[in-house]
């Protein structure tokens, strides 16, 4: 069996899920998250694409997984999950059935059931499935945030995975800035940054990397089509290192061929923003003074129609399509306290649409019990290549 943790942590797991169960008075819940899946059990794969359920009860029952028969193995050998039950692809296949059975056999009538609905394990079809199968047979909850709520705060074993991530990533920025040149092509830039990630044992990240030039360096998110740099040009590069699912970001615009004075200018006020942000990330304090630190830097030197209007994320255990584990973001207004133990990656963004250019810095850091480390050995600096 491949469990990435101890036996005694995934219990623990499980066990503080039921007490927030029956906190919430519930007495089961559907877990439709790849991410609730791994983080619960050990579970791990892509197969969440499909119809793919697991039921935890707030009494001590078994966890009962209903899944496909190419994922039969996979939940054996990745996971501490005994009761695997299966539905089969067929013409007009409906595996609310096999659900509605399990339920059944586990005494769930009429009772007060939870549904993970903020998943991309759960699409619309599949929730109408469920929706109209167990109508009037129990009351169905959301309960979207039981699980997603004791995730944000990592255990020691969690850490050092994420740990273990910030290091590769650091390895995959130092392989992407040797390999930014003038006239380069993107994609071998991209490349480069993959070989240290997956040859130091990591994963394939949930998404991107984000890493564009010329006019494609103001976007923040991917997009087909790589090109070769020109002469003088500008690259961003946003990426996720990942290990054993564990994600840490790291962001940098860059300058290519020569320095721009105006973007050396964009770069200091995103340094100073970026450091006033890591500050502010303290226990006990709310996660939106983490943004208020970010725009009163950026508003103060005139960069305010060109920032951002939220300035970060959790990160986490996570499967495609993305490596943001949200909620939470990070906005100005944001209530929720700052914990030890939470993972968070801050960004700081300049577009100077006008002007053509961009600004991005970010790092991930570990909230400790006094105050954020930054979990990269990299320092932010104006880098020019040439």
């Not at 998250?33 to 794969?45: K, M, N, P, R, V």
């Not at 970060?312 to 030890?340: F, K």
């Amino acid at each position: 069996m491949a469990l990435h943790f101890e036996r005694a942590e995934f219990d623990a797991r499980v066990a503080a899920a039921r007490a927030a169960l029956r906190r919430e008075g519930l007495a089961a819940i559907l877990l439709f998250a790849q991410e609730s899946h791994f983080y619960l059990t050990g579970f791990d794969t892509s197969g969440f694409v499909f119809f793919q359920c697991a039921v935890l009860g707030a009494d001590e029952g078994p966890v009962t997984l209903l899944t496909r028969r190419p994922d039969l193995e996979q939940a054996r050998r990745t996971s501490t999950i005994e009761d695997i039950r299966l539905w089969y692809d067929a013409e007009g296949a409906d595996p609310s059935r096999e659900l509605l059975a399990i339920l059944e056999e586990r005494g769930l009538r009429g009772a007060r059931v939870g549904i993970e609905l903020r998943s991309f394990g759960l699409t619309a079809d599949k929730y109408e499935l469920v929706r109209r199968r167990l109508e009037g047979w129990c009351e169905l909850v959301d309960a979207s945030a039981i699980v997603r709520e004791l995730r944000l705060v990592k255990s020691p074993a969690e850490l050092a995975h994420v740990r273990r991530a910030a290091a590769l990533a650091d390895d995959a920025l130092e392989a992407m800035l040797a390999a930014s040149r003038p006239g380069a092509f993107e994609g071998d830039i991209a490349a480069a940054g993959s070989v240290p990630i997956l040859a130091g044992g990591g994963d394939p990240p949930p998404s991107g990397p984000v890493l564009g030039s010329g006019d494609r360096a103001l976007l923040v998110r991917s997009a087909t089509g790589f090109r070769h740099l020109d002469p003088v040009d500008q690259l961003t590069m946003e990426f996720a290192a990942s290990y054993r699912h564990y994600c840490a970001c790291l962001m940098r615009t860059i300058a290519i061929g020569r320095a721009d004075e105006r973007q050396r200018r964009m770069f200091e006020v995103t340094r100073d923003a970026l450091r006033a942000m890591t500050e502010a990330a303290r226990p006990g304090l709310p996660l939106g003074g983490i943004d208020e630190a970010h725009r009163r830097v950026y508003d103060a030197a005139g960069f305010g129609a060109s920032r951002m209007s939220a300035c970060g994320y959790s990160l986490g255990a996570l499967y495609r399509p993305t490596w943001m584990d949200v909620p939470p973001m990070i906005y100005a207004g944001n209530p929720m306290p700052i914990r030890p133990g939470m993972v968070l990656f801050l960004h700081a963004i300049l577009v100077d649409a006008p002007a053509n250019l961009a600004m991005s810095l970010g790092h991930t850091v570990a909230i400790g019990e006094d105050g954020a480390e930054v979990l990269s050995r990299i320092e932010p600096e104006y880098v020019v290549r040439t």
